[in-house]
């Protein structure tokens, strides 16, 4: 076999260049604008409850001028939910605060729950995107957020903060014991703060983190919780076919990066992959942004009576077209 000539080493070296770049420009200007809507179908009620919608929001990463993330999120509330839960990173600009609160739009009607995430509190800085291969790698953190001016407008329009507290309520007649805790990404959470059994009497024991870390979620399980709620990973953000995620930003392993999975013998733990990006790596591959539609069934497991547990539904609907 005769060596290849100089010409067809450019000609492959200029194909190999285009392919990246229109790679390149896919992840930043069509699939990170790609918004989608999954809906998914959990049994973690107890029996004899009601099912209960829960729109899952999370790393919204906010910028001033993002119009159509903005359009797609006050779509949302078409969706009719009857509990909003948002867990984190809202914010990547100082000046974010009314983009956020104007595109939740009617959802801040609705009974919500939050809490904060490491761009709530501190505005992204330009990373070397190697470093998020090392899962203890230095976080540098960039000036302050007005995380307090964020809280106020959620709370005063009825949202929940559930940050190292536990909160009791009842929505569409189901029966909520709450609870949540600071970030783990910054090391803030403060679990025994909550720690505990929740109500035996709720039909639903929740529990919401940022970032999924393993230490957070063993606790959760430990108290007798039924669903936690996450975001934070971006879903891998950068994704290979038939590979899935390659780096997942915590501690938590790549099978678990989005969607809804089991963790322990009892409790479902849902990350959602995120509707934003940092504006310093814009961009996503085979990971479109989303929020999701969770509807809650109840687990007929702890029935003896009635038949073996249901596994969780997913699929993905109401694309970029927007929510009809």
């Known amino acids: 076999m005769s060596p290849l000539s100089q010409q067809q080493i450019t000609r492959s070296a200029v194909a190999a260049a285009g392919v990246g770049a229109a790679g390149l420009a896919y992840a930043t200007l069509i699939e990170r604008n790609a918004f989608t809507l999954r809906e998914v179908t959990l049994p973690v009620l107890e029996p004899g409850s009601a099912s209960l919608r829960v729109l899952h929001l999370s790393d919204l990463h906010m910028m001033p001028n993002q119009r159509l993330k903005q359009a797609w999120l006050r779509e949302l509330d078409e969706l009719d939910p009857d509990l909003v839960v948002n867990t984190g990173d809202n914010l990547s600009h100082q000046r974010a605060v009314p983009a956020v609160v104007q ?144 780096v997942t930003n915590c501690q938590i392993d790549r099978a678990r990066v989005k969607g809804a999975s089991q963790w322990g013998e009892h409790m479902r733990l849902h990350v959602s992959a995120g509707i934003g990006t940092s504006p310093y790596a814009p961009a996503r591959f085979c990971c479109r942004p989303e929020a999701t539609l969770l509807t809650l069934v109840a687990n007929q497991d702890r029935d003896p009576e009635s038949g073996p547990e249901t596994g969780a539904e997913q699929h993905v609907s109401r694309s970029e077209a927007g929510v009809r």
């Open 103 to 246: 595109s939740l739009g009617g959802l801040l009607a609705r009974p919500g729950l939050f809490v904060f995430g490491s761009n709530d509190y501190f505005a992204p800085k330009p990373k070397n995107p190697l470093k998020y291969f090392k899962k203890n790698h230095k976080r540098v953190h960039g000036e302050p957020l007005p995380w307090q001016d964020l809280r106020a407008a959620f709370t005063e329009r009825g949202w929940l903060d559930a940050t190292h507290v536990r909160r009791e309520f009842e929505v569409a007649g189901v029966r909520i014991a709450a609870a949540g805790v600071d970030d783990p990404h910054l090391h803030r959470d403060r679990y025994e703060t909550v720690a505990g059994r929740p109500n035996p009497l709720a039909n639903l024991r929740l529990g919401l983190t940022h970032s999924p870390e393993p230490r957070v979620l063993d606790r959760f399980a430990e108290d007798g919780y039924d669903l936690v709620l996450a975001g934070h990973t971006h879903g891998g953000q950068l994704c290979l076919p038939f590979y899935g995620a390659l």
